[in-house]
């Protein structure tokens, strides 16, 4: 428990440093974001100027982002520029994208892990083969490819999901994309899955617990694969982060109105708050991951969990 | 031991699933449709206060929530009366509106000629800033709600006088005869009073006097829904019992979607998908040619552009048609005139030779006007793919057909585009794209060759003449004036016409009565096929 305090601690530097640096960088992009808004037409000066001013754009950057924290602190997330309270938009797309890189996340595991067991325990076999081959594919094809395939072969054509929006609410409408965007993460996962649980057969404490006459699925099931998953927990500790900031294709492809679909749109209006607020709400998912990575070794390999205490 | 161990498992994975947060959040049954409502598929829009949005998607629901003083006959282009009754003037300086009388807004209250009076002060009032402001320019005491620092003294427009309930006189600071067709746009539209307690909220949940109310509240990035108005007494009654307008971040989704039946129109099918759906909708696909225009605007100001032969031969070594069919499959219309066709005082051929695809004649007209030196930097954003598609066409052709050198590609992200426009910061051709407000020559002349216009050009007999014909006594009169200004602004070529954008409309088999125009989707005429 004090450990994760600890860890919890160490995430407040970490906040102020993204949110100044995102800030910084949003404040860095060349344009006028107020001009921009207004598309073709003309904009009298006297609106510009009452536009920049509610946004603090035309002060320097360190008041801007002063103004921002200080609203951070009354609990006000700042506004978008077309006075959408950021806290009220993140909290709509919140949900969303949490279901779908979830979903997809748990895709993941369960058919990474079962493909990568499979694999290995058949070194050379023609499952190894296929999962080898079909890994490479999947990782070899950018994900929006994938996306629009399936989207229209197994959306529209056969008709085995809804082709896009939330309307059926989860899991439904949340499977084919998270299908789609946990595709590339299980291949990964089946490959280290496959490389560890290969060596770990090879280890001589397989070969012990073998010798001393335990079933082969105990031995397996047990020792090697917990051993084997400890690279492949890491893995997907921080790929649930990635999931989360990933989601900007998928959520387009499939229209699903999350957090990924927001920033990509907010770094092109150059909204700040918006980018920062989602940004650092990222950056947190990862630290809070990552500490639920570390605390998973310790069940998965005792010998951590004893130096820790 | 085992038991700590597995409970130590589950509580870490709880505590992923819990920091994903993947509870909370409805999920609507969805599917169900009841029998007389259909749903249109749409961009999010920015806002959906009348004076606050040019945003087409914004218009789209508009267009269902407000009746505007009068609306636009899509075959002559021509003003009808919607709300008003009549639209009067002598001089074209002060103008009469009357309005429909015993008209209420989707909450009750009555439409008088005070709640557009209060529509119209709130969107020319500069600290609102809203986007809509600039078009209460020409309406007297404009300045004063606008001044150039500190705040304005007044929140109210003193040209605009209500007369009586049904009665609005509007004085503008010099003769327009354009002034009727202009109360065509969303900004012209009323706000009641319930409005002015809290605008933001208005924003969000906007009351109308159109034929639909808003039906809950506005889901952002996910739907709006809206009903038919119970409180309607207009001239366009909806046929439906509701709409609801499906938000979509892509244009390719949205299409994919009408295809498996889960959206019923789409206004926008992306030009790529054009062909496969005049196929697999036959009937139910419509190309309309709709009012915006690409142009190629040339830096006048840069004195490497001074000679209009020069500028003449650019436009002349562009193959407009094979830039359309490459680039936009042959949806869009090559153009020969500064104005779309929907325009009243249209001319197809307006620009004549000038416009055609002459690799020859504009070599030869090149080489008189003393060809070209140094890099032709070819200015565009970086807001659609395609732009740069037709701009390496347009690179490619000048290097074939005039012999150009050395040919260069800007490409500007989107949000500064415009401010490198306005600084004139462009030292060689230029993307100018213009999206209609309201079909006259006025709109489309005076804002891109008027005063102040991005080419640095500058023309007093083209001024003269768009005076002459603002100040026209009737609309009819100003036609002839505006062409003749057009001829000017073609025979100098300080910006090229390229092509007009059409609109490309699909819907289910559930639908009927689709009469999509470029003014308005006439949701409210489209019924459903029940059952």
Known sequence: MRYAAQRLVQAVPVFFATTFLIYAMVFALPGDPILALAGDKPV?????AVMRARYHLDEPLLVQY????????????????????????????????????????????????????????????????????????????????????????????????????????????????????GSFGLAYVARLTRT????????????????????????????????????????????????????????????LPGIGQQVFQSIQLQEGPVVVGVVTLLVMIFILANLAVDLLYGVLDPRIRRARA | MRVTRSRAAALAVAAIMLSGGCGGGSSPAGGGKAANEFSVALTEPDHLTPGNTSSSYSLTVLDALFDTPVAID???????????????????????????????????????AQSFADAWNATAYGPNAWTNNYYFDKIEGYDELNPESGEPTTDKLSGLEVVDDTTLKVTLTAPFSQFPITLAWIAFAPMPKAAFADLKAYDQAPIGNGPFVLDGAWEHDKQIKVKRSPSYTGDRPAKADAVTFKIYASRDTAYTDLRAGRVDLQLTIPPASAPEAKKLLGDRYVATAGGTMDYLGLPVFDKRFASADLRKAISMAIDRQAIVDAVYNGTFKPMASLLAPLVPGYRENACGEACAYDPAK?????????????????WFSNADPSYEQWMTAVANQLKQNLGVADVKFRKVPASDYLSTLRAHKQDGPYRNNWVMDYPSPQNYLESMWGEGNRMGWENKEFLDLIGQANSAPTFDDSIPLYQKAEDIALAEMPMIPLWNWQDQIGYSTRLSGVNVTPYSANLDAVSVTQG
């Open chain 2, 362 to 378: 504009a070599k030869a007209l090149y080489d008189r006007a003393g060809g070209f030196t140094g890099t032709l930097n070819l």
């Open chain 1, 44 to 48: 009298p000066e006297q609106v510009l």
């Open chain 1, 196 to 255: 560890s649980l290969v060596e770990n057969l090879r280890a001589d404490y397989v070969r012990t617990a073998t010798a001393k006459g335990l079933a082969r699925r105990r031995v397996v099931g047990l020792h090697a694969l917990r051993n084997s998953l400890i690279p492949v927990v890491t893995y997907l500790g921080v790929d649930f982060g990635n999931l989360m900031a990933g989601a900007v294709v998928t959520e387009g492809i499939f229209n």
């Open chain 2, 74 to 112: 899509p075959a002559s282009g021509t003003p009808l009366m919607r709300a008003a009754e009549s639209v009067t003037s002598t001089d074209q300086k002060v103008w009469t509106i009357k309005f429909k009388p015993g008209r209420t807004f989707g909450n009750g209250e009555p439409v008088t």
């Open chain 1, 66 to 181: 002063g103004h921002y924290m200080l609203g951070v602190f009354r609990g006000d997330l700042g506004e978008t520029f077309t006075g959408q309270p950021v806290s009220e938009l993140l909290q709509d797309r919140w949900g969303v994208t949490a279901r779908l890189a979830l979903t997809a996340w748990v895709f993941e595991l369960a058919v990474g892990v079962g493909l990568g067991v499979l694999a290995g325990l058949r070194r050379g076999g023609a499952a190894d083969t296929a999962v080898l081959a079909g890994t490479t594919f999947v990782i070899a094809v950018p994900v929006f490819v994938v996306g629009y395939t399936a989207q229209i072969v197994l959306g529209l054509n056969l008709g085995l999901f809804p082709t896009a929006g939330t309307d059926e609410g989860w899991p439904g409408s949340y499977l084919l994309p998270g299908m789609v965007l």
